[in-house]
Each structure stands twice: as C-alpha cells, then as structure tokens.
C-alpha cells in the first residue's frame, strides 16, 4: 500500500483563499488531511465498524453518505457479520470517488458495495438498517438537512440507527472560543503552522456550517428519531447515534 502524501494545501500564503472544495487536490492528501485534523476521527472509524455489526439487519442495506475515500464504508464492510447485507455508499465529488473505487478494490472484504457518484438528497434511501453521516451534514445548506434527516428516518427499518458525526458549535461564547482554541491547538500538534490553521479556516467559511449539539438533537427528533444520544465528543467534533 502507498504512503497518502502529506497535506500541505495551505502550506504557502495564498492571496485569496477561495472557499473550500472537494477537488483533484484535497482528494490526493484526504486520508492525511482528515486524520490531523478531526480529532478522533480514527477512534470514530473503528466504532463504526463495531456499530455496524451491532446495527446491520440480514438482508438490509447500510449507507454511507458523503464517503469520500470509503473510511466508513471500509469500516462497515469489515464489521458486518449478517448474511444478505450490502453497502451503498455516496459522493458528489468526482475525485473522490475515483478514488474511493480504487481503494475499495483494493479491499478483499466481501459484503457488496455500491458505490455512487451522486448527490446525498437525490439518493433514495430504502431497506437501510444503518446510515452513516460521517461529517458530512455539515456541508449541506442548513435548511436542507431536516428534508435529508425525514428521508433518513423513513428509510430505516424498524430497530435502525443513524450514526451522525459533525464538527459542533456552541452557544456559550466561551466554550466555542475554549474548543475552537483545542482544536486549533490539536492541529498544531499534528505539524499544521498558524499560517496553514488560519488559510484553511478561511476556505472553509460559509462551506462548513457546524451547529450546536441541541440544534442537532431537537432535528433528528423532528425528523422522527426516538431518540438521539452523542456516543463520543473531542474537543469540538462529536458523533451521535440516533434510534428509530
Ligand atoms: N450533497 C452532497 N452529496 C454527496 N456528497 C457530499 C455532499 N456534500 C458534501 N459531500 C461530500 O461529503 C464529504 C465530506 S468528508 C466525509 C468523510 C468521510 N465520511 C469519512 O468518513 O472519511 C468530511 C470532511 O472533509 O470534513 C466530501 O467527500 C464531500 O464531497
Ligand atoms: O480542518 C478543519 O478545520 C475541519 O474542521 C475538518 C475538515 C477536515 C477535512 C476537510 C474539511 C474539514
């Protein structure tokens, strides 16, 4: 297997940072970019493998929304132990999911996956046992993501689970200032330099919009969800897992 190259995208001053994309570029520096900067995102990978062979139904599908390079579709496919299962698994980044079919390939797992390059709203969801929202929401408009939680939920069958992961907010400004300052201060520890902190926090205003923990909760129950319980939390990125 190759070594994923370093992530130094935002290494050299930029005269204009434009927003943030999922392009050739991030694509290529992904698995680097995404471990050194969520963290726990590894720690949430191998729950998910283990949420999966508790949640996956015989016969039933898991999705995986918004894959990028198949983190927790892997995940899935190594944790499902239940016969008849299958895996689809969702981008709209080109450059991703053309990677993300070379690496599954490369994987000898044998649950079936289905991989589309699609937007998350205009994929159906039916027959799901599992749905994996691994930082993802967090990307679409505000006002799109209570529609997706509703489909979601009406996919599900009885005894599913959603697993939600996102980058939070927070209403006091002196905890969003505490976690915003953790996390800035995780990324230094992972070799990111303020210059590469403060361009990429650039790039991903008005793209990546994180919400509180409350605002995600009251959602899922609108949506339907029995009920909704944060599973794990570091600093400012948290995951959660949603019963219906
Ligand atoms: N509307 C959309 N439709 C489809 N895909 C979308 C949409 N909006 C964004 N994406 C895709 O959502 C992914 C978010 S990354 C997920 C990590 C992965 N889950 C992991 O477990 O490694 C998280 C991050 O980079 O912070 C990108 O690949 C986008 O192209
Ligand atoms: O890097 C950040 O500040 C993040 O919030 C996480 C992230 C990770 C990978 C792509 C986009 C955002």
């Known amino acids: 297997m190759n070594i994923p190259p370093r ?9 204009s940072v434009a927003g943030f994309a ?15 900067s969520v963290p726990g995102y590894g720690a949430i990978l191998s729950a998910i493998g283990l949420l ?3 949640f996956a139904q015989p016969d039933s599908v898991c999705y995986d929304l918004g894959c990028s390079l198949g983190g927790a579709t892997l995940a899935m496919r190594h944790g499902i132990r239940q016969p008849g299962c299958r895996i689809v698994a969702v981008d709209n980044a080109t450059a991703m999911v053309e990677r993300c079919r070379e690496l599954l390939a490369r994987d000898q797992a044998l649950v079936p996956v289905e991989l589309l390059c699609a937007d998350i709203r205009e994929v159906p969801v039916e027959n799901a046992s599992l749905v994996v929202l691994n930082f993802t929401l967090q990307f679409l408009p505000v006002a799109e993501r209570l529609p997706l939680m ?37 990324k230094r520890s ?8 403060s361009q990429k926090r650039t790039a ?3 793209v990546l919009v994180p919400e509180t923990l409350e605002q995600h909760r009251s959602r899922l129950l609108q949506a339907g969800f029995a009920s909704c319980e944060p599973w794990f939390q570091y600093f400012n990125f948290a995951s959660l897992i949603a019963l219906k």
């Open 150 to 186: 509703e489909r979601i939920y009406q996919g599900l069958k009885p005894g599913g689970a959603l697993i939600i992961s996102e980058k939070l907010a927070f209403d006091d400004p002196r905890q969003q200032a505490l976690h915003t300052d953790m996390h800035h201060a995780f």
């Open 190 to 197: 992972q070799g990111y330099s303020e210059l590469e902190i």
């Open 22 to 36: 999922f392009d050739e570029r991030v694509a290529e520096v992904f698995p680097d970019m995404i471990r050194r």
């Open 52 to 54: 999966a062979d508790r």
């Open 7 to 15: 992530d130094t995208l935002y290494a050299d001053p930029i005269a």
């Open 204 to 206: 991903l205003e008005n």
